[in-house]
């Protein structure tokens, strides 16, 4: 079994053109969705990144969202995705306790 970064390559390969994702009015390529996350992968690499630091994501859930999420994993580090409807003191409790920076 592929993991999703890796099947994602394989898709991006395979099925370039062909859309990966789907939201509202916004298609993004296989080939796009590769090219975006490992785009941030190697941002967040440069800045550090490594399989023991968490990374939070406090986007709308959206394109960017996916992105982000997928970028991360490719860095070899941890997401944890909170809502943008949570309340400030929550999503500084739950970066506090992740251990983001």
């Given amino acids: 079994m592929k993991d999703v970064v890796a099947q994602l390559r394989l898709n991006a390969r395979e099925h370039a053109d062909k859309p990966a994702l789907v939201y509202h009015d916004q298609v993004l390529t ?7 996350s ?3 992968a ?3 690499v ?3 990144a490594k399989p023991e630091k968490v990374y939070p994501i406090l986007l709308e859930r959206s ?3 996916v ?3 997928l970028g991360i994993m490719r860095a070899g580090a941890a997401a944890a995705p909170l809502s943008t409807t ?3 003191e929550r999503v500084d409790l739950i970066t506090h306790d992740c251990g983001a920076e």
Avoid: E, H, M
């Fill in 30 to 36: 296989y080939a796009q969705l590769n090219d975006q």
């Fill in 38 to 40: 490992a785009r941030v």
């Fill in 42 to 44: 190697a941002a967040l």
């Fill in 46 to 48: 440069a800045r550090g």
């Fill in 63 to 65: 394109p960017t969202y």
């Fill in 67 to 69: 992105v982000a999420l």
């Fill in 86 to 88: 949570y309340p400030q």
